[in-house]
């Protein structure tokens, strides 16, 4: 029996479901679970020493790929002063400085511990500003785990076949309204049924945890009018696309200035982080300043601070990283397209920029939610199952996006394509 599985067995005794998090139980792939011991680049190491091509990333903070020198180094040193004091530092100044400056519609922002938290927060400050309780998100949208966003959540949620969850009562959700992505009519609908009640819509920069589905040209233009014209908080949760497609972030590539955003992920550099900004006027009703309560023994932890600004700088020192990482991502996933063809697997892909998703699906565009749903399932596990098997790790669910790191080389994606055609030769001869 190898490592991952006497580690899961013991797992499953002392954690629900072996897991801290419900998709790392690999459910909807059929497979026993992966425990790592190790990362480096874009490599992967399992429990057993198997080496895999890591295309999950932390779910996406590791845009420069596992253990970065220049990330570990900056994180060590300031772990030598403390690890944390619960008071002001220095590097919680220059972490919001550095987000007002590269993010255009932030003026202040507000350091906390996880995206779950960021949108929470973001919700309760467009309640408390607007003193309305209704907020709009889209079906598949998630946003994190607080109970009032839990309304068809997508990803961990669907795979899990619970399209909402136990234990959030009714009336958290009753204002709560699900509209369709990429639907401007279905949501402007709900404004005309409600003309004085929503606070805010809440949507993320690119669809990422219904698999990947990009905004379409008029979508986050369209939903920023309707915000407008009903004087609602347009809230873009950038938890995921924050920095990880643009420099400027999602609403950067799509030209559209929200009132509120949300980040996590990247901008943690593998620390648990989020962060919620926008205009001082809007940020200042935050506590201390304002009446909306918001507070955390935690926020701004001098050694998160540390592991995300550097993966930033980082980031921002490179030359042309948004552009090279693009290219890789369409190398990748231009090929793949070529070498499903050429077995005559259904398959089409998404991407935005270092982000993006495969479907195995007979249709040319995937732009709503319901095709994800409709894509072959079975040829998604046959993929999965071979893939981990030569050695590439994906997302272990059909609702997941993908991501590429700066440390993807031309070798490693090559290597990738050549399991990909191996897999699909034997997924491809059985259809
Ligand atoms: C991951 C994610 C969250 C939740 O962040 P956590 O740090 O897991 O709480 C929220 N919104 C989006 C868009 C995400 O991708």
């Known amino acids: 029996m190898n490592q991952s599985v ?15 998090s419900p998709v790392r139980s690999f459910n909807s792939v059929d497979c026993d679970p992966l425990f790592f011991a190790r990362g480096e680049g874009a490599y992967l190491f399992d429990v057993d020493g198997k080496r895999y091509i890591d295309y999950v990333g932390s779910w996406g903070p590791l845009i420069l790929g596992h253990a970065h020198p220049k990330v570990l180094e900056a994180f060590k040193t300031v772990a030598n ?21 590269h993010i255009p519609s932030l003026q202040q922002v507000r350091m906390v511990n996880s995206g779950t938290e960021a949108t929470m927060t973001a919700i309760r400050l467009a309640r408390g500003k607007t003193g309305r309780n209704k907020f709009i998100k889209f079906d598949g949208g998630y946003h994190g785990h607080s109970d009032a966003l839990l309304v068809k959540g997508g990803s961990g949620q669907l795979t ?4 909402s ?21 279905s949501v402007a609908a709900l404004f005309e049924e409600y003309p004085h009640d929503i606070a805010a819509i809440i949507v993320e920069g690119v669809a990422g945890n219904m698999n990947c589905i990009p905004p379409t040209a008029d979508f986050l233009p369209g939903l920023r009018a309707l915000c407008d014209k009903h004087q609602a908080i347009f809230i873009m949760d950038e938890v995921m696309s924050g920095f990880r497609m643009s420099p400027g972030t ?42 909306v309560y918001q507070a955390g023994t935690l926020s701004g932890n001098p050694v998160a601070m540390a592991a995300g600004l550097t993966t930033l700088q980082c980031i921002f020192e490179e030359e042309d990283f948004y552009e090279n ?6 190398y990748l996933l231009s090929n793949m397209q070529e070498i499903a063809d050429k077995h005559q697997v259904p398959f089409t892909y998404n991407q935005a920029g270092s982000m993006f998703g495969m479907f195995f699906s007979d249709e040319d565009e995937i732009t709503h939610f319901e095709q994800v749903k409709n894509a072959n399932q079975d ?27 700066n440390q993807h080389n031309q070798e490693i994606l090559d290597k990738t394509l050549e399991a990909f055609d191996t897999v699909l030769q034997e997924v491809g001869s059985r259809l």
């Not at 899990?160 to 399209?163: L, T, V």
């Open 81 to 101: 002063n403390g690890l944390s004091f619960g008071a002001c530092t220095e590097i919680e100044v220059t972490m919001a400085e550095f987000l007002c400056q």
């Open 250 to 291: 999602a609403q950067q590539r799509y030209n559209v200035i929200p009132d509120l955003t949300t980040l996590g992920k990247i901008i943690g550099g593998g620390m648990p982080v989020g962060a919620l900004g926008g205009k001082t006027e809007l940020m200042q009703q935050l506590a201390p300043t304002g009446p």
């Open 6 to 20: 006497t580690l899961s067995k013991r797992a499953k005794i002392c954690m629900p479901g072996g897991v801290n």
């Open 325 to 330: 990482l693009e290219e890789c991502t369409s």
């Open 379 to 405: 040829l998604f596990k046959a993929f999965y199952k071979g893939m981990l098997k030569e050695g590439v790790y994906f997302a272990p669910s059909a609702f997941e996006a993908g991501f590429i790191s």
């Open 160 to 163: 899990m076949g619970q399209p």
């Open 165 to 185: 969850s136990a234990g959030v009562p009714a009336h958290v959700t009753e204002d709560t309204l699900v509209a369709t992505y990429n639907d401007l009519s």
